[in-house]
């Protein structure tokens, strides 16, 4: 219009932030922690009815002395996981991080990740992006925790949750699905500390919360911390 000035509401960019935020970090070393009560614990329960006869776990790497006790903290470690679970999914997608960092995700670029790992031309230089493998387990590891938390709920309560059991068929079958997927978890754990302790950068960024980056984009630049 003429004689008046349009004046356009600048937004201001968000500061820059932490690459693992502190509820993130908190929510991360809890998990941890319960996960490892919880496959020790299970590993104690496991020996006490064996699912697979050649299979029996050492003693030493169980928790619990007996299996009641084991069941004590399996449980212990159940709602931990189950609550804390419950918050990362909603921190996760409330504040958008899941879209921005696991996806999306491309065969094509899962197919050339896994070329680069074999040929040894991976590079982890950037802590503020996933490649393509990383995004599949992320994901992957996400959708197999909630079965396990649904094949245990099965398992500790067949009767009142019989229709939770039907989901996997009968008992037997959900014991099987469970142990399969401790299987999974810990496959996922040795990998995961295998690489963190090859990019000590990424256990330091886990701890401290690493370097600040822009929260608008997953793929901006790295700040140098303060």
Not at 14 to 21: E, F, N, Q, V
Not at 64 to 87: E, P, R, S, T
Not at 199 to 212: I, Y
Request: hydrophobic fraction near 55%.
């Amino acid at each position: 219009m003429d004689g008046m000035t349009m004046k356009v509401a600048e937004v201001e960019p968000s500061p820059p932030a932490r690459l693992h935020p502190l509820p993130l970090r908190l929510m991360h070393w809890i998990n941890a922690a319960a996960m490892l009560i919880m496959i020790a614990s299970g590993w104690k329960i496991y020996n006490d009815e064996v699912i697979f006869g050649w299979l029996h776990v050492p003693d030493a790497i169980t928790l619990g002395k007996y299996a009641q006790h084991a069941l004590q903290w399996h449980f212990f470690g159940m709602w931990v996981i189950a609550l804390n679970g419950l918050a990362y999914l909603i921190y996760g997608i409330v504040t958008g991080r899941f879209r921005r960092k696991l996806f999306p995700i491309w065969p094509h670029e899962v197919l050339a990740t896994v070329r680069d790992a074999l040929t040894f031309r991976l590079r982890h230089d950037d802590l503020t992006h996933y490649n393509a493998v990383q995004r599949v387990l992320y994901v992957g590891i996400i959708l197999v925790g909630i079965v396990v938390v649904l094949s245990g709920l099965a398992i500790w309560k067949p009767v009142q949750l019989s229709g939770l059991l039907v989901l996997f068929y009968d008992f037997q079958t959900a014991r099987l699905v469970h142990f399969l997927c401790m299987a999974a978890i810990v496959l996922f754990l040795a990998v995961h500390v295998a690489l963190a302790l090859l990019v000590p950068r990424s256990l330091l960024a886990m701890l401290t919360g690493g370097p600040r980056v822009d929260p608008a984009s997953s793929h901006s630049a790295a700040m140098p911390a303060e």
